[in-house]
């Protein structure tokens, strides 16, 4: 039965959230985004007793065996956009795993997510994180050389990994991890991939530089150098046999079960800056005495009335997608297509949405007193990571057209 | 709690509504574009699958429980079939679910029953002035008060079947606002001009109609004395719009995606193209998104709240969307596109008049 009323546990986080985010994040909003790589311990300590406090746990859904419908998924979407709503880039300094964890979720074994999972819950907060790109290997995830070979009990990783959100703070700040995505057969092209875990403070792995970015500057960016580093062989994700099927597209199919679990939750943190925007506009129009006449035909309305509806459709049909795909992983059904749907049409929305809102605000806008000109900075990371814009594109043509990687190019 | 699944009774009347709009709309909308009308017996047909008789309780004609979720989905599967088609068939809803939402007792009696009960009965609404300025909120068409009677007096426009209609419900400004008054087409002052000739809708005949003085008694005011929330019925025809246009949409992206499939240039076929693939991709997740949209704004009515935003929203989104799917579908075809041997030239011409269609659906 179609049903639109918001389930109450989410309502009730989504109150608490709200909180954190006027009174934690935005206060310091513009000053993390002037002191590029200053870590906010403030918030990430802060965060981590919350989460404990409440057993909130990791940003990778819980489990839990407990009655009634799946909502893991659902609320945390919930919790990125009003996280994103406060900052985006502090968001994604929140500790509880981030894409680390929710590879370990999408591709681990029971036993692996035990082990890999149950540090977030420990007394000093932690950050996990996901290495997938190189510098010759962005959208063409299946040309990645960083390899893994195995060696008795171990295997042995070499390569450079770039553009780790979070690295710095998972690897080196907080006792995390990193999930790197090698290949154990180079020859093989995506079928050789698969996940590794590698533990902060395994010899070998080393962050090399952090970059500096149009936007989400609190968030940090890392090189990560991998040089002969050994770790345990129960470190690959999924089962034994995973690292012998060779023929197979287990491993890629990995990487992209991972995807599907995690686009809507980045979509999801674009829709909370999205949101943040258009409540902004909407308040400073109202103290000019300007309000929206949802009643008018189009003709009827000013150029700003239409400029403020054309956001707030953008801002829900986006946000609708994203509640439909990760209600649809909650319910256990493929959402392969409805995942990249909702990013594209977010990445879309919220680069338009900050966009427009600079424009049609000018001058006030456009100076650093607000954070509207930040927000159209940390908006449009979005359009770019978690598969930019075009990729999701390449993704929905081919289900809807029902066409292989090799049809669709 | 969030779902995003219709029910199982949903399911099934989706799949008739289907097999009809499938099988019997589709095959004869050219054919009804070209020569001005569908067959009579179609629209009898259509009739039957029951949607507006399936939102009217039992004593009052009809045989289930309003639903504007329902009716959407309703609305998009027959719309996908044909827009006119859709309109044609659904017609009786203009004045019927009016009535069901605001009328007095007496209203009801006296209208559902013979409208809903046995074969299809043409009724109909007047919203829509010609005037480029139209706003349903600031009527030309005015109402008066003379003793106990009211006096129409205006000009409508796009008013379906208003040359067979029985009653014909009439949208005037009456004291500084919007209020509808239920017209016999025979009330003295009535007169059904020639049909309109449009860019689309051309299967369903749309009449321009004047009222002069016609006098109606006090018992023909919506809602009786007290009258109605005018909001509610232009949320409610928004919604209804919306989630049509949803449903032709759909029809141009499928047929453009099977089209792009089989169409071979430079030894693939072009869906292989990102340019055209690319298209497609966006067709369909803004027909999904939309859907999103209207299926909210159909939820909000149906649980009572203020729906003016959420119906903004869907029928805002859905005017954009439909235009730009419908054009793409077009522009994926090429020349073939532009061929009336296609319907995707049919469905632009028809997608440009959303915004204007106010009033041409209800659910």
């Known amino acids: 039965m179609i049903d639109f009323e918001m389930p109450s546990p989410i309502a009730k986080q ?66 990125i956009e009003t996280l994103s709503w406060g900052d985006a880039g502090l968001y994604l300094c929140t500790p509880g795993g981030g894409l680390g964890a929710a590879a370990v979720e999408a591709t681990g074994t029971p036993e692996q997510k035990e082990r890999f999972l149950k540090r977030f819950q420990e007394e000093l907060p932690v950050l996990g994180c996901m290495a997938m790109t190189e510098p010759q290997a962005g959208s063409d995830t299946s040309s990645i050389r960083t390899t893994a070979v195995r060696d008795g009990d171990f295997w042995v990783l070499n390569g450079e990994k770039i553009f780790v959100t979070a690295g710095q703070k998972s690897l080196v700040e907080t006792k995390g991890f990193v999930v790197v995505w090698a290949t154990i057969d180079p020859s093989s092209g995506r079928a050789g991939m698969r996940p590794f875990v590698v533990e902060a403070g395994t010899p070998g792995v080393t962050v090399t530089k952090l970059e500096h970015k149009l936007g989400i500057r609190a968030s940090d960016t890392a090189s990560v150098v991998l040089q002969d580093c050994r770790i345990p062989f129960g470190n690959i994700l999924g089962s034994a046999e995973v690292a012998k099927e060779k023929s197979t597209e287990t491993g890629f199919k990995g990487a992209m079960a991972t995807f599907d679990a995690t686009r809507p939750l980045v979509s999801a943190s674009a829709m909370g800056i999205a949101r943040a925007t258009v409540e902004l506009v909407k308040e400073l129009l109202a103290q000019q005495g300007i309000t929206i006449r949802y009643h008018l035909p189009r003709q009827k309305l000013t150029h700003i009335e239409r400029e403020v509806i054309d956001m707030e459709v953008m801002l829900r049909s986006a946000w609708l997608l994203v509640l439909k795909a990760v209600w649809m992983a909650d319910q256990r059904l493929p959402n392969s297509s409805e995942a990249s749907m909702s990013k594209v049409k977010a990445g879309d929305a919220v680069t338009k949405i900050t966009q427009r809102a600079v424009e049609l605000l000018g001058p006030v806008a456009y100076s650093r007193k607000l954070l509207l000109e930040k927000w159209f900075r940390d908006a449009k990371i979005n359009d770019i990571f978690e598969g930019t814009g075009q990729i999701n594109r390449l993704v929905v043509a081919r289900r809807i057209l029902g066409y292989s990687s090799r049809e669709l190019r | 709690m969030y779902s995003f699944e219709p029910s199982e009774e949903q399911r099934m009347l989706i799949d008739a509504i289907h097999k009809f709009a499938a099988k019997d709309l589709r095959e004869a909308a050219h054919e009804a574009d070209e020569s001005g009308a569908f067959p009579e017996a179609l629209i009898g047909k259509g009739w039957e699958l029951g949607v507006v008789q399936a939102s009217i309780p039992e004593n009052l004609g009809g045989f289930g429980e309003h639903s504007a979720v329902t009716g959407v989905l309703a609305g998009e599967e027959l719309a996908w079939g044909d827009l006119a088609g859709a309109m044609h068939i659904l017609a009786p809803g203009l004045l019927a679910f009016p009535v069901l939402a605001a009328g007095t007792d007496e209203q009801k009696q006296k209208i559902l029953p013979p409208l809903l009960e046995g074969a299809y009965r043409a009724a109909t609404a007047a919203w829509v002035e010609p005037f480029f300025d139209f706003d349903p909120s600031e009527l030309r068409t005015t109402a008066r008060k003379k003793g106990d009677a009211y006096i129409l007096d205006g000009h409508k426009c796009f008013v379906p079947l208003a040359d067979r209609a029985e009653h014909l419900l009439v949208f005037a400004a009456f004291d500084g606002r919007t209020q509808a008054f239920i017209v016999p087409r025979t009330t003295a002052g009535v007169t059904v001009l020639e049909r309109e000739g449009n860019l689309g809708l051309r299967a369903l005949p749309t009449f321009e109609v004047k009222f002069e003085g016609c006098p109606l008694p006090a018992a023909a005011r919506l809602g009786g004395e007290a009258g109605f929330d005018p909001l509610l019925l232009l949320n409610v025809t928004r919604v209804a719009l919306a989630g049509m246009a949803v449903g032709m949409s759909r029809a141009a992206f499928e047929y453009a995606l099977a089209y792009a499939k089989d169409r071979v240039q430079f030894g693939v076929p072009i869906a292989q193209k990102q340019a055209v693939a690319f298209m497609l991709a966006e067709m369909a997740t803004e027909i999904d998104a939309t859907r999103m949209l209207v299926w909210e704004a159909a939820w909000t009515l149906d649980k009572g709240l203020e729906a003016t935003h959420a119906a903004a929203l869907a029928k805002t989104g859905a005017d954009d969307m439909t235009m730009m799917v419908t054009d793409r579908a077009v522009q994926i075809l090429g020349g073939h596109g532009y061929i009336r041997e296609h319907p995707v030239e049919l469905w632009m011409r028809n997608g440009r008049g959303f915004p204007m269609f106010t009033g041409l659906a209800m659910v």
């Not at chain 1, 009174?23 to 981590?48: G, K």
């Open chain 1, 14 to 79: 989504r109150v608490m959230l709200q909180t954190v985010a006027e009174n934690m994040m935005r206060p310091v909003s513009r000053h993390m985004d002037e002191h590029e790589h200053e870590i906010p311990w403030d918030y990430i300590n802060f965060m981590h007793g919350a989460m404990r406090a409440t057993s909130a746990g990791s940003l990778a859904p819980q489990e839990k065996k407990r009655e009634g419908p799946r909502l893991g998924y659902q609320i945390l979407a919930n919790m």
